[in-house]
């Protein structure tokens, strides 16, 4: 004889494993708490759990599931976002690491079309570590080698490997392995996590970095979620474990996770009113400049040598970080742009290929007259 009961709780546990698994597909985070609820509810088929703890903890969490389903509505959100013809995205995908993320190996085809226009259509050659390609200018020997650090400007956002910054300066380190480590969302706790566990490899080794990199480094942006989280400790810099939330920064949470909880309307809600006011705090423009100058000690310390690609946007910030850099004898390269030339620029903002020859010449002219 069928049993009845039994059918209709497989079928229940079978709706909660496949809420579940929407919710990750679509990264979205009511129906993770959707599927929660219902995960409770299934607390009240079995004797052992106690019926009060369960009536209350389903109740509040099901509070919290209602004002996140109506946030989510209020703001115009779609769980399914249709794509055509029209409206193609191709973003990168990423594997977890030590850093917190990289890009998967191989050629990855980075395509933006929006009304029938191309915004963007590049290509990206990941190595096996999962750092982006410099394809190689001549067949030179190569007895030096020379490290770039950063995010997106380093990377070569929207842009193909032969229009990169690292790929420009074999124009004048032509006889250098020039290295490419940097990624779209990194800022300077990434070096400083690669070179503490990696070692320095760089005979010269250069970081190109400016003040939005403050809040990636004091774990205030979504994309930080899961990389290497530094505090400062009786004024040394120490590492702590992981951009997350709260004691669970001890675990390198897979990025997957945080682009999920980063879409509760709640914690934006939260975050727009109290937590993005204080991103550029006293605080964390203090730890952004005990990592430089712990970068700049430990490549010193190889027998390296380090040098800082700052881009000055002429704020009071700017200011302030170069008047203590200076002060602690930081080699700074000065890659400031005119703001206003659109030649410099992509659509979005990034710096396009003349951007980066340009700024591949500066960094020359800096280092031509040192004994490297």
């Not at 929006?114 to 915004?119: D, E, G, K, L, Y």
């Amino acid at each position: 004889m069928i049993d009845t009961k039994l059918i209709k709780k497989a079928i229940f546990f079978l709706t909660i494993i496949f809420l579940f698994y929407i919710s990750f597909v679509f990264k979205n985070f009511q129906l993770l708490l959707i599927s929660i609820c219902f995960l409770f509810l299934s607390g009240f088929l079995f004797k052992i759990i106690n019926k009060n703890f369960l009536t209350l903890a389903f109740s509040i969490l099901l509070g919290i599931t209602f004002i996140e389903v109506f946030l989510f509505f209020k703001n115009n959100n779609k769980i399914i976002i249709t794509k055509n013809n029209s409206n193609i995205v191709k973003n990168i995908k990423y594997e977890k690491s030590f850093l917190g993320y990289k890009p998967i190996s191989g050629i990855q085809n980075h395509k933006i079309i929006s009304n029938n226009s191309t915004i963007l259509d590049a290509y990206y050659t990941i190595s096996d570590e999962g750092f982006r390609l410099t394809p190689q200018k001549n067949n030179l020997r190569k007895e030096k080698v020379f490290n770039f650090f950063g995010g997106s400007f380093v990377f070569g956002w929207g842009l193909n490997d032969n229009e990169t910054l690292p790929y420009f300066s074999q124009t004048y380190f032509d006889e250098w392995k020039i290295n490419n480590y940097g990624v779209s969302g990194y800022g300077i706790h990434q070096m400083l996590a690669q070179i503490e566990k990696e070692g320095v490899n760089g005979d010269i080794n250069i970081l190109i970095t400016h003040v939005p990199h403050i809040p990636r480094a004091t774990c205030k942006r979504d994309y930080s979620f899961g990389t290497p989280k530094y505090i400062l400790k009786k004024g040394k810099i120490v590492r702590s474990g992981f951009c997350n939330y709260g004691y669970l920064n001890f675990l390198p949470i897979p990025r997957i996770i945080g682009s999920i909880i980063n879409r509760s309307q709640i914690k934006i809600l939260f975050d727009n009113i109290l937590y993005r006011k204080n991103d550029m705090d006293e605080n964390g423009i203090e730890l952004y400049l005990a990592m430089i100058k712990k970068i700049n000690h430990i490549i010193n310390n190889n027998d390296k040598k380090f040098f800082l690609g700052y881009i000055n946007n002429q704020s009071e910030i700017d200011k302030f970080i170069l008047k203590d850099l200076n002060k602690n004898n930081i080699n700074i390269i000065d890659l400031s742009l005119v703001e206003s030339d659109k030649t410099y620029k992509l659509t979005d903002g990034h710096p396009n290929k003349e951007a980066n020859k340009k700024r591949a010449e500066i960094i020359w002219d800096y280092l031509k007259n040192t004994s490297l």
